[in-house]
């Protein structure tokens, strides 16, 4: 199954529907007193839509990613026509200011600040007046990993948006660019926290998960460990030519789409088919599990791909998930 001009289309068109769709809006915010009591829209003049802050950055990525790789479409023209009236210098300034509130150290920590950088990442690929205007931005969460991945003593390994090993896979893809130091100490804390860890049970999905932590784990760690991943991964997951653990093979039942935490699962079966694409390049055409992680990611694509405009429950972000697992998060 593979991305096609149809496809990204109708992911564009999904998408821009409600990114600068306000309302509901789940908001992620301290206030420190009663003049803080403001709309979504005040607080974020570009991150208001997609029902909250960081369905909106993605959805951004996503919509510029296929205008880019697409630019013929219709659809194309539209995302550039809305990105020149938001994605201004002035309304950057002002998610730059809400960052530096001192309340706000931990807002979106560390999902949201991963998926900023894939956006700032992706903008400046793009030859407009607005490519640019993202780099304060990112260079604010660049410091925040910086500073706060020495503090984390432990990984977080939940599948849900504190997971540990996803935020760095991103933030590792812009900081090889950006920030080499960034990117180095990612990879240490990779190996510090991860490197050591053998016969994963792969107890998941839970019942709100939308990331595999043991895949994004594998996932990260072929992208750290290079050409000795797969001598890590055959100790790390050691059955899996005889398809156990069997969780990591069963794409996850949703039943009930316009419930936010169970349509969490149609995301994981979307990360799942990423992550299995992602691994089965690393390890290489000759390995015992190539095929079957290849087919999987197929198998658990198709069980999420039919839903994604289901309920707005999943409609807000799961198109920037069926991005990923399509085409990865690398240019």
């Known amino acids: 199954m593979q991305l096609t001009p149809k496809i990204a289309a109708q992911f564009i068109a999904l998408t821009s529907g409600h990114l600068t769709r306000e309302y509901p809006h789940k908001l992620d915010h301290v206030m420190d007193g009663p ?24 959805g951004w990525w996503q919509v510029l990613r296929l205008a880019r790789r697409y630019p013929e479409l219709p659809e194309a023209e539209d995302v550039r026509s809305l990105a020149g009236r938001m994605l201004t210098a002035d309304n950057f300034a002002a998610e730059c200011a809400y960052l530096d509130r001192p309340s706000a150290r931990g807002f979106e920590r560390p999902y949201g600040w991963a998926w ?8 400046a ?18 410091r925040r990993f910086a500073a706060f991945l020495p503090l984390q003593t432990y990984p977080i390994r939940t599948g849900t948006h504190f997971n540990s090993a996803f935020a760095m896979i991103l933030a590792r893809d812009w900081a090889l660019d950006h920030d080499p130091a960034l990117a180095k100490l990612i990879d240490r804390r990779a190996r510090d926290w991860f490197g050591a860890d053998r016969a994963a049970q792969a107890w998941e999905p839970g019942g709100d ?15 750290v460990l290079g050409t000795d991943f797969a001598v890590w991964f055959d100790a790390f997951l050691p059955n899996l030519a005889q398809r156990e653990p069997a969780t990591l093979f069963a794409p996850a039942t949703v039943s009930d789409r316009s419930d936010g935490k169970i349509a969490h699962l149609d995301g994981l079966n979307l990360s799942r088919a990423w992550c299995w694409r992602g691994i089965a390049a690393a390890l290489g055409e000759g390995h015992a ?43």
């Open 125 to 142: 690929r793009h030859d407009a007046e607005w490519a640019r205007h993202a780099d304060g931005f990112a260079h604010r969460f660049a």
């Open 289 to 331: 599990v190539h095929d079957a992680a290849l087919n999987n990611a197929e198998l658990h694509l198709a069980a999420a791909l039919p839903h994604i405009a289901d309920d707005y429950m999943g409609e807000h972000w799961l198109a920037s998930f069926a991005l990923l697992a399509f085409v990865g998060a690398e240019p």
């Open 116 to 123: 900023a950088l894939a956006l700032h990442s992706e903008m």
């Open 209 to 223: 998960e939308f990331l595999s932590g043991t895949l994004c784990e594998a996932l990260l760690m072929s992208r």
């Open 35 to 58: 003049d803080d009591v403001l709309a979504p829209s005040v607080l974020h003049p570009i991150f208001h839509g997609s029902f909250d802050w960081h369905s909106c950055v993605h």
